[in-house]
């Protein structure tokens, strides 16, 4: 099992930047693919990053590709989630999630721990 728990979200303005930490419980933080999610008030959760777990491959969603940044550290069990030219539209409580497995996936549901989110607001 693993525990997430994030941080670093906040209130920021349109065009401001954030950086979401979320740190994993546990020793096999390696052998776990991560992923962050975000879900908006009346709208269902939505894929945002995902990294393998050596690093080396990430994937994004269409809507902050070469806005956000997902790296991870896994000396720290920490993954990261730097967001730069943040946009209203970003708002959204993020959450961190981890897989077990070693094919890194955009799908939600193939997920199996989840941390309980923290909330970005960017106002405009």
Not at 91 to 120: D, F, S
Request: hydrophobic share 30%; with cysteine.
């Amino acid at each position: 099992q693993v525990q997430l728990v994030e941080s670093g979200g906040g209130l920021v303005q349109a065009g401001g930047s954030l950086r979401l930490s979320c740190a994993a419980s546990g020793r096999t933080f390696y052998y776990y693919t991560m992923g962050w999610f975000r879900q908006a008030p009346g709208k269902e959760r939505e894929f945002v990053a995902a990294i393998s777990r050596s690093g080396g491959n990430t994937y994004y969603a269409d809507s902050v590709k070469g806005r956000f940044t997902i790296s991870r550290d896994n000396a720290k069990n920490t993954v990261y989630l730097q967001m730069n030219s943040l946009k209203p539209e970003d708002t959204a409580v993020y959450y961190c999630a981890a897989r077990n497995k070693p094919i890194t996936t955009m799908t939600l549901g193939e997920y199996e721990h989840w941390g309980q989110g923290t909330q970005v607001t960017v106002s405009s």
